[in-house]
C-alpha cells in the first residue's frame, strides 16, 4: 500500500452514554458526588473493551496491571436522575509508567455536568512494581490521545 493510501488517524475522544439511575442519586432526585465515580469506571471499561481488551485481558495479553494513583473531578452542574450523558473518554498524557484519562461528561444539550480524570500506573501484576508501558498497548491507545484542550 502507498502512503498514500493510508487513512490517517485523527485523535478523537471514545464516546458513551448512560443514565442516571436511582442508586445515583440524592432523595430530591440530584446526583451524589460520588456516584461519578461509576461513571469514570464504566466509561474506561467500555473504552478497553471498544479496543479489544476486556479488563482480563490487560494481564493476560498485556502482563499489566493498572492501578488508580489519582481520581479528580471538578462537579460543573448537577445532572438528574433518568437523565442521559455522555462520557467522553480520552488520554491527554502517557508517561513511561503512568497514563492520564480523562473522563468529561456532558448531558444530551452539551451542557457540562463533570469533567475529570485519573491516572493510572503501569504495574507488574505478579509483583505491583511499577513497569513501562507495554508498546503494543501504546499502539492501541493512540488514537484517543488527546490534550485536555483539545
Excluded at 485519573?118 to 501504546?138: A, N, Q, Y
Amino acid at each position: 500500500m502507498a502512503a498514500s493510501d493510508k487513512t490517517a488517524v485523527t485523535p478523537a475522544p471514545f464516546i458513551v452514554h448512560e443514565y442516571v439511575r436511582w442508586g445515583d442519586v440524592d432523595p430530591a432526585g440530584i446526583i451524589r458526588y460520588d456516584a461519578y465515580l461509576r461513571f469514570f469506571e464504566y466509561g474506561e471499561g467500555e473504552f478497553f473493551r471498544a479496543l479489544g481488551i476486556p479488563y482480563g485481558e490487560l494481564i493476560s495479553r498485556f502482563k499489566v496491571g493498572i492501578p488508580r494513583r489519582v481520581m479528580h473531578a471538578d462537579f460543573v452542574s448537577p445532572a438528574l436522575l433518568d437523565e442521559r450523558l455522555e462520557i467522553r473518554v480520552y488520554i491527554s498524557h502517557v508517561g513511561t509508567t503512568s497514563m492520564k484519562m480523562h473522563f468529561d461528561i456532558y448531558n444530551m444539550d452539551g451542557v457540562a455536568r463533570e469533567i475529570g480524570y485519573m491516572v493510572f500506573v503501569c504495574v507488574d501484576p505478579g509483583t505491583s512494581k511499577k513497569r513501562p508501558w507495554p508498546p503494543d498497548l501504546i499502539t492501541l491507545l493512540q488514537p484517543f490521545c488527546l490534550t485536555a484542550s483539545a
